[in-house]
């Protein structure tokens, strides 16, 4: 991991992260339409006004993620305003939050901290990250994207201890924060297999047994009326012929590869052979492993999640995120940083409204694609406009090296 190197103001770096992320969320936002409670969504607002236990209304797996409708709660007894207003202010803290957790994150592989910044802004004009959230904000997800980020950070930092309590909190906001309470553990477990002294055995029984409480209890000790869960063997065994459906349905399978290179597209713009190597060597090891692991996991859980697909690849964020910033310290021109933001302003239909479901389910769901097995002429659009945003990157390298390379021939020699 390669750590920014000394400043005497890391205070005013964060300021200005701050101010940025704050802009930001205020731009998007502008440009933003909202959706009344809808679909599973109603049921995070139920069990804000009503609790989880003792609620006979309460349905799987959103019974599991009582995070966010808690917190809504908090705010909304506090700041005496309607529960759906208290969604609004924990979505908006959320949003600016995840953008200082990214920056923290990707401040610690970049030597220049405006690559950081750089880089948040990039992932912040994500349509799944903020965008979405404002528009739809009786959901969960914004509420977990910046745990999964800390942790994440706290995990490459060899915080363990931090990141076990980030992520058992994180598990009752989305099961996504499974992934680094399970490498946590993991990590702890690879310690003491090449320790083994007592100290190790202990670190490693306790996350362990933490861990599985987290996960289990809730589901083991919470009655559901029913399940909305993809795969739920504890409350419908019928669900678990979806193991074996899943993976053969072309369909899931190609939205599953759409909304991934979609997520992903302002690396791929970025990513040239040189930088990949670069990334490759500087990786090796740890960190290498636990990012594979990571993106593994993020698939499988997205393979088995449900129709939001979209959505469960964007937690993916956190490897993006340092990809991000060690391709700027590789050294990305001014031309193709501007090109990235303008393709993510334009992929992600930043300054657009989002059509309501109320007025056409197919244009909601098409809007940005990759729902559960629906691929319709409007998702095959969009992955042939990724086709085009990538061409274009590799045009305006190829321009700006021969502007770089004329200017240079044309400079005036010094001396004779």
């Known amino acids: 991991m390669m750590h920014a190197t000394h400043d005497p103001r890391p205070l005013i770096q964060y300021l200005y992260a701050s101010l940025i992320a704050i802009l930001l969320v205020c731009m998007i936002a502008a440009r933003t339409n909202s959706m009344p409670p809808r679909y599973e969504a109603l049921q995070y607002v139920d069990m804000a006004r009503s609790g989880v236990v003792g609620n006979p209304n309460v349905i799987a797996p959103m019974a599991y993620r009582p995070g966010m409708p808690f917190a809504s709660r908090v705010v909304a007894n506090v700041l005496s305003v309607s529960i759906e207003n208290g969604f609004r202010i924990v979505g908006w803290l959320s949003s600016i939050s995840f953008l200082m957790c990214v920056f923290t994150l990707a401040r610690c592989f970049t030597v220049d901290y405006r690559h950081a910044l750089v880089s948040m802004v990039i992932l912040g004009l994500s349509a799944t990250h903020i965008k979405f959230p404002l528009f739809f904000y009786t959901l969960v997800d914004v509420s977990a994207y910046p745990l999964i980020v800390i942790s994440f950070w706290a995990l490459i930092t060899r915080r363990s201890a931090l990141c076990l309590l980030i992520s058992c909190i994180g598990v009752l906001f989305k099961e996504f924060l499974a992934i680094p309470l399970f490498l946590v553990i993991l990590h702890l477990g690879w310690i003491f297999w090449h320790g083994r002294s007592r100290r190790n055995a202990v670190h490693f029984v306790v996350a362990l047994g933490i861990g599985m409480g987290v996960v289990l209890l809730p589901r083991l000790c919470i009655p559901v009326s029913a399940t909305g869960q993809f795969v739920d063997p504890l409350n419908d065994l019928r669900t678990l012929r979806n193991v074996l459906t899943a993976p053969l349905d072309q369909a899931r399978l ?49 393979m088995y999640g449900g129709g939001n697909i979209l959505i469960y690849v964007s937690y993916s964020i956190a490897v993006q995120a340092v990809v991000l910033a060690l391709c700027f310290r590789y050294g990305v021109g001014i031309a193709e940083g501007i090109y990235v933001v303008v393709v993510m302003l334009l992929y992600n239909k930043i300054m657009l409204h989002i059509p309501l479901p109320t007025d056409g389910f197919d244009a909601y769901v098409d809007f940005y694609g990759g729902y559960a097995s629906r691929v319709t002429l409007p998702t095959l659009m969009r992955a042939i406009e990724m086709g085009a945003y990538v061409i274009g990157a590799m045009c305006v390298r190829v321009v700006t090296a021969k502007i770089a390379s004329d200017g240079q021939q044309d400079a005036p020699a010094v001396g004779s």
């Open 254 to 302: 190609f939205n599953i590869m759409y909304a991934a290179a979609g997520y992903w597209l302002p690396t791929v713009l970025l990513l040239t052979r040189s930088r990949f190597n670069k990334m490759w060597a500087d990786l090796r090891g740890f960190n290498l492993r636990v990012m594979s692991i990571y993106l593994f996991l993020v698939l499988l859980l997205t």
